[in-house]
């Protein structure tokens, strides 16, 4: 293919002659024609040149575009996705919807009762364990008399983080109910219950949602609940011994003393057949029933305090400094052993001591001062049976 090449225009004449005419290329020997078609076709020409690098420009200007075209579609692709999703979704709620339907209120009900059942003995199984250690005492609030108790509900949720606290140790009946224990530390937020009947030493406890105590100049257990604010049921425990008849070391009218492992409710006491040595009972907590009875042989008198972990009676040798966790009763093999287990008692006259199964911790009244204690159990995981 041949190429046009131009010349720009070159001037003819000499000075003088009126200056410098253009002088044209030679068109007449390209292109045929007039004179006047020959001007027309060269500007054509250079207004198709300019034509073009306009156009040149424009796209140009037009290319950082290509990417937010790109971006574009793959918007576009995804919105697409997105809404078969929603389709997807909308399909899979309605299958659940028709299912959960097929259940009556009562089968979900029993249900989670029956999951509900096996977490626990799954927990069972693999938390409880020996005692092997107690840690420095925890100074949570200093307040109150000598003499006295305070709790957490050993059965409730987490979520619940309600504080129990009674001041006393006898012919008490109120009984402080703190919402958090940050409001018990600072001693706000916080209702009053007036117990009907009034309590014997620092024995109590909080177990789903109510109070287990010892009625006052008895051996009467009485189960007092929080929410109705009203005695559920009172029974008397045959043959228990009360009003200082066998107390732990320090009196305080501590004949009778309940608390709660992971296994349920218990409470331990003295009877004149069992000779003052302390006696361990199961105890229905909705009937208040002994279940099953326990004589451990050691004498109760000699007992600083107790506590129960994993169906174990832990016995402390005083109330005093120097105490330490000095004898073991095993309620599943009816055998038990001594044990030298420090104790670290930092204000010298513990009033009262319960293990929380919830929070894996021991609860202690120390001279007008309210003490946590962590603990360390040997896990002893039992493969046998189902979950």
């Not at 619940?160 to 530390?185: A, H, I, P």
């Not at 040798?317 to 966790?325: D, E, F, R, V, Y």
Request: hydrophobic letters at 35%.
């Amino acid at each position: 293919r041949a190429s046009l090449h131009v010349q720009p225009p070159r001037c003819s004449g000499l000075p003088g002659e009126g200056g410098c005419r253009p002088v044209l290329p030679q068109w007449d020997r390209i292109l045929p024609g007039s004179h006047s078609a020959r001007v027309c076709l060269v500007w054509f020409f250079f207004l198709l040149v300019s034509l073009k690098q306009e156009l040149k420009d424009k796209m140009t200007e037009l290319l950082p575009l290509m990417p937010v075209l790109d971006q574009y579609k793959s918007d576009t692709r995804l919105i697409v996705h997105l809404k078969e999703e929603v389709r997807n979704l909308s399909g899979s709620l309605l299958a659940i919807q028709e299912e959960m339907g097929a259940y009556d209120y009562e089968e979900l009900q029993q249900r989670v009762l029956m999951l509900e059942a096996r977490l626990h003995a799954c927990m069972q199984k693999l938390g409880c364990g020996k005692l092997t250690g107690v840690s420095n005492p925890i100074t949570i609030r200093a307040s109150g008399s000598r003499f006295g108790s305070w709790m957490t509900d050993t059965m409730t949720p987490s979520a619940d983080s309600r504080v129990w606290y009674m001041d006393g140790y006898y012919k008490g009946r109120r009984v402080l109910e703190f919402r958090t224990l940050n409001d018990f530390v600072t001693g706000q937020n916080f209702v009053q219950h007036l117990l009907p009947h009034p309590w014997a030493g620092t024995g109590h406890v909080v177990f789903n949602g109510s109070l287990y105590y010892n009625k006052y100049q008895s051996n009467i257990a009485v189960k007092y609940h929080f929410r109705s604010r009203s005695v559920l049921v009172q029974r008397s425990l045959a043959g228990a011994g009360y009003n200082n008849t066998f107390p732990y070391s320090w009196g305080g009218f501590s004949d009778i003393d309940f608390m709660v492992d992971e296994s349920g409710l218990w409470a331990v006491y003295t009877t004149n057949q069992n000779a003052g040595n302390i006696v361990v009972s199961r105890v229905d907590p909705q009937t208040l029933e002994v279940l099953h009875s326990w004589d451990t042989g050691y004498p109760k008198r000699s007992a600083g305090e107790s506590f129960m972990i994993c169906g174990t009676l832990y016995v402390t040798n005083s109330h005093l400094a120097g105490a330490k966790i000095y004898f073991a009763y095993y309620t599943n093999t009816s055998s038990y052993e001594y044990t030298d287990i420090p104790f670290h008692n930092q204000y010298s006259h513990i009033s009262m001591l319960d293990y929380n199964p919830r929070e894996r911790v021991l609860y202690t009244w120390n001279n007008g001062h309210q003490v946590i204690y962590n603990v360390t159990l040997f896990h002893v995981i039992k493969t046998s049976g189902e979950l």
